[in-house]
């Protein structure tokens, strides 16, 4: 019973990790392609965002949930495996190569708000876990 029961949490684990790589090239995808290509999927127009929570800073909240969604992800996987790419640190870095190649990348556009909002969701989660470990 007890294998029973240890198998089943490393497949969790193992499935949460997945997930985890899954996130980050849903992440590069979206962040990279020249357009909002998650407005295009919900209203048709590649120039439109999505605004999941009505907020005073726009859509930049959407950027604050995922990354506290992937900072989480990260954690759990990295307490149980010895995984690089889930290291706090490259997160932190992702975050914010992804937002600069805004720059470059046609028809996106660079915001420090959206920089804000991803650096922020990674904070909540690091101080979320260093108050409860």
């Keep these: 019973m007890y294998y029973i029961k240890f198998e089943m949490k490393n497949t969790i684990f193992h499935i949460i990790k997945y997930l985890y790589y899954f996130s980050i090239i849903v992440l590069l995808i979206v962040y990279l392609f020249p357009g909002s290509l998650i407005g295009y999927f919900l209203y048709g127009d ?11 800073i726009g859509t930049s909240i959407n950027h604050c949930i995922y990354f506290i969604w992937l900072t ?62």
């Design 46 to 56: 590649l120039g439109k965002q999505p605004d999941l929570i009505s907020n005073p």
């Design 72 to 133: 989480s992800l990260a954690i759990i996987i990295s307490n149980k495996f010895k995984v690089v790419f889930a290291n706090i640190y490259l997160i932190f870095l992702l975050s914010i190569l992804l937002e600069i190649s805004h720059l470059f990348i046609p028809n996106r556009a660079f915001e420090y708000y959206d920089l804000l909002a991803n650096l922020t969701g990674i904070l909540v989660v690091i101080i979320f876990y260093k108050l409860f470990k």
